[in-house]
């Protein structure tokens, strides 16, 4: 999609792409869920199951169209990725949701999170869609990120998931966007 120099190369995945990046976006996901990411799974988790989520959760909707995968790359190397899902009801086909943006510990704070959202909502216009919705852990850095976007506050659900590190549960901030 994009190719800047000195900036990360913002790409959409299709199907056999994804399949042939699995092990690169396996280490991604392992690495920020190690690095306390709070994005569905808990610890121990393995580098398997991480490749695996891809495999199983990810490629059947970009298979059929409802979900698309962006990525960041710095040369060769995926550093972020974001996640677009179109799959909505019938009365819904002006939404969509942004899901597991992921920028690799190593990576952090050089623009690559803010690369990929405004990636996202280009290809969400594109697809016709003007709401994009998401939830992130409350009181991560992901939170302030996403306002600083334009997203605002729906609400916050308390005890939502539990915490990849600890046996506690930790609440969700749900935020909306219209674009």
Not at 45 to 57: G, K, L
């Amino acid at each position: 999609m994009t190719a800047v120099p000195g900036a990360p190369a913002i790409e959409s995945l299709s199907a056999d792409g994804l399949e042939g990046r699995l092990g690169d976006l396996g280490g991604l996901l392992h690495a920020c869920v190690h690095a306390g990411a709070s994005i569905g799974f808990i610890l121990p988790f393995s580098a398997d199951e991480a490749a695996r989520f891809w495999h199983r959760r990810v490629l059947p909707g970009l298979r059929d169209g409802t979900r698309v995968v962006l990525t960041a790359r710095l040369e060769t190397r995926i550093v972020g990725t974001v996640q677009l899902g179109t799959d909505t009801p019938p009365n819904q086909p002006h939404r969509a949701e942004v899901a597991k943006l992921l920028v690799h510990p190593d990576c952090r704070r050089a623009g690559i999170a803010r690369a990929l959202m405004a990636a996202v909502e280009e290809e969400a216009r594109r697809r016709g869609r003007s709401l994009l919705t998401l939830d992130t852990r409350t009181g991560d850095a992901a939170e302030p990120l996403y306002a600083s976007l334009g997203y605002a506050t729906a609400g916050v659900i308390p005890g939502y998931c539990r915490d990849p590190f600890r046996d506690v549960l930790d609440s969700t901030t749900v935020m909306y966007k219209a674009i």
